[in-house]
């Protein structure tokens, strides 16, 4: 009898202790890293995932990885240095489970994973992370090229520097900053028209390597380049009045790059440091190539590692607010992201998206948008959830992928939850 007593003592004993315990702290979402992910042999992880040489587009699939996670290892650059401190940004206390319908089929993040050519995947809300994956042997240190996400950056920095008053008024043209593209169709275009692609300039874009984007890029970066300006101006055939259609044009951020770099009489990449990357609270530095002549091609080519660009996205969630501070004027965000001409909205400038101010606009009630670059790489944007999806990939065709629709879907996904 007594040893019963003694026994129910001790379990109470060991009951009230536990009480007093703190409760087990519950990890919070760190980053996953994979050595591998679809066709890695493919894409070369036999070697290493090996950069190669330098090669126009379309880039060959064994060079993919390591292009476009190295970029600033093959090309020349200009560094966009981080700052001496760091936004904080916060993890959740576990991943969440994602859902979402594609093609008739609920799908979640690790089928997407396993069947699409992604490298990092980040979602964030707010100011937490809530999922952060790497693919291929990639890491949170590897710096992920922009490609035409950097025509964003270029835009907001145009804003910038109107808010500066560096820019009087977009509906300046391009030639009163940059006297070398007067009497062209380039020079004769407003800011306002190149930041809606709006020019009405002929230029095919089509990634083949025989288009005008790969024209102007062997203008440009050639040895023997006859300079940026000259690069530009070759497209002088004005099929349209400006400000009347949408057509998709990198000529015309290099444009606006050629603008912004004369009236700030800055590089690209200097401006970027001081009025984003260092504001925003950056913990690593970022890269903008550079072409012979020293020029940032504004249109692509900024490489950042996946948490800066979720930043990024975050800032521009938040309307241009970040790290206790406006970074870019919030008036601007919302001319930036919204629909000014019939033309310009989704399902009309193009059979899905619209597109404001070098950045793409997603059809309906809410104002989403998204940075969108080739071979899969997109930060997409919904600010009244304040919710940010950072997607970088090496999708084997660099545009017009049929299997890039369903980014968008799982996007549509996480809306539809964190929307309530």
């Not at 066709?39 to 040489?53: F, L, Q, R, V």
């Not at 650059?77 to 979402?100: C, F, K, N, Q, W």
């Not at 203008?219 to 380049?225: K, L, T, Y």
């Not at 080519?301 to 990024?312: E, G, I, N, P, T």
Request: aromatic share 10%.
């Amino acid at each position: 009898m007594g040893n019963k007593s003694l026994t129910r003592s001790a379990i109470f004993l060991l009951a009230c202790l536990s009480a007093l315990m703190p409760a087990p702290v519950r990890a919070a979402v760190e980053p996953v890293f994979s050595p591998t992910g679809p066709d890695a042999i493919a894409y070369g992880s036999e070697a290493g995932y090996p950069i190669g040489p330098r090669l126009a587009t379309p880039i060959p699939q064994t060079y993919l990885i390591g292009t476009l996670s190295q970029f600033d290892r093959k090309y020349d650059h200009r560094v966009v240095a981080r700052p001496a401190t760091t936004s904080a940004l916060r993890r959740g206390a576990e991943e969440p489970r994602i859902e979402y319908r594609y093609q008739g089929t609920m799908r979640d993040i690790p089928d997407y994973l396993e069947r699409h050519p992604a490298t990092g995947l980040l979602i964030a809300v707010g100011d937490t992370i809530l999922m952060e994956r790497y693919r291929y042997a990639r890491t949170d240190r590897h710096r992920f090229v922009s490609q035409s996400m950097a025509k964003t950056i270029t835009a907001m920095l145009i804003g910038v520097a109107v808010d500066e008053g560096a820019i009087r008024s977009i509906d300046q043209t391009a030639a009163e900053y940059v006297p070398g593209l007067a009497g062209t169709a380039y020079g004769g275009t407003s800011i306002r028209d190149l930041l809606h692609m709006a020019s009405g300039v002929a230029y095919v874009e089509t990634y083949d390597g025989n288009d005008d984007s790969a024209r102007m890029g062997r203008a440009m970066f050639d040895r023997n380049s006859p300079g940026t300006v000259r690069a530009v101006a070759q497209f002088n055939n004005r099929e349209v009045p400006a400000g009347t259609r949408f057509h998709y044009a990198g000529s015309e951020t290099v444009t606006l790059g050629l603008v912004l770099a004369a009236a700030t009489k800055t590089t690209l990449a200097r401006y970027a440091e001081t009025r984003l990357w260092q504001p925003l609270g950056a913990e690593a530095d970022a890269t903008w190539m550079i072409d012979p002549s020293g020029h940032e091609p504004a249109q692509c080519c900024f490489s950042a590692v996946l948490r800066d660009w979720a930043r990024l996205g975050l800032m521009l969630a938040h309307d241009g607010a970040w790290n206790g501070r406006q970074i870019i004027p919030k008036a601007w965000i919302l001319d930036a992201t919204s629909v000014q001409a019939p033309w310009q909205a989704p399902r009309v400038a193009t059979p899905f998206y619209g597109y404001g101010y070098q950045v793409w606009l997603l059809p309906g009630s809410r104002r989403q948008f998204a940075l969108l670059g080739i071979y899969g790489q997109a930060i997409f944007v919904d600010p009244a959830a304040k919710l940010v999806l950072v997607h970088t990939a090496a999708r084997v065709k660099p545009s017009r992928d049929p299997m890039a629709a369903e980014v968008v879907a799982l996007w549509q996904g996480l809306v539809a939850r964190y929307s309530r």
